[in-house]
């Protein structure tokens, strides 16, 4: 594969990534709001707001973050904030990407997050600049220059 040599992408690059991300997510996120509340009224006849508990808007936000990441990087290895800071996710044997790194990677990222962003300042002291999710789901992110591209 032709991105396998490419050099680590920086943390900085993949935290700019994540935070573009987020801002794609959060407006999706927003959509699908619009139109589950728009689909319950409807079903339901009434004008009533709709609410989700807690932990229901969470499974949500989860599930449509792993579709988002996983069709993304299953797709081209990139989602649109990966492209936006030309880095790439390759899996670390040279295979194309499989739904069990997705899964592993959007879990242990997602932990990471929740735990203050441990498992991505990890990278700062690893040797090869790996984050958690990198070393659970055996991928790396590299940085593609804009001749390769």
């Given amino acids: 594969m032709k991105y396998q040599n490419l050099p680590t992408a920086s943390l900085t690059r993949r935290l700019a990534a994540l935070l573009y991300d987020g801002l794609v997510i959060l407006a999706l996120y927003i959509l699908l709001?619009?139109?589950?509340?728009?689909?319950?009224?409807?079903?339901?006849?009434s004008e009533q707001l709709?609410?989700?508990?807690?932990?229901?808007?969470?499974?949500?936000?989860?599930?449509?973050?792993?579709?988002?990441?996983?069709?993304?990087?299953?797709?081209?290895?990139?989602?649109?904030?990966?492209?936006?800071?030309?880095?790439?996710?390759?899996?670390?044997?040279?295979?194309?990407?499989?739904?069990?790194?997705?899964?592993?990677?959007?879990?242990?990222?997602?932990?990471?997050?929740?735990?203050?962003?441990?498992?991505?300042?990890?990278?700062l002291f690893d040797k090869q600049q790996r984050s958690w999710h990198d070393m659970a789901s055996l991928t790396k992110v590299v940085y593609v220059p804009k001749d390769m591209q």
């Fill in 50 to 123: 709709v609410r989700l508990s807690p932990a229901m808007a969470m499974t949500l936000l989860f599930s449509f973050c792993f579709l988002y990441y996983n069709h993304s990087w299953r797709r081209g290895g990139q989602t649109i904030g990966m492209k936006a800071w030309r880095i790439r996710l390759v899996s670390a044997d040279g295979q194309p990407l499989r739904l069990s790194h997705s899964m592993l990677r959007v879990g242990t990222g997602f932990f990471s997050l929740v735990i203050g962003g441990l498992g991505f300042w990890w990278a």
């Fill in 33 to 45: 709001g619009g139109l589950l509340v728009t689909a319950i009224s409807e079903l339901q006849g």
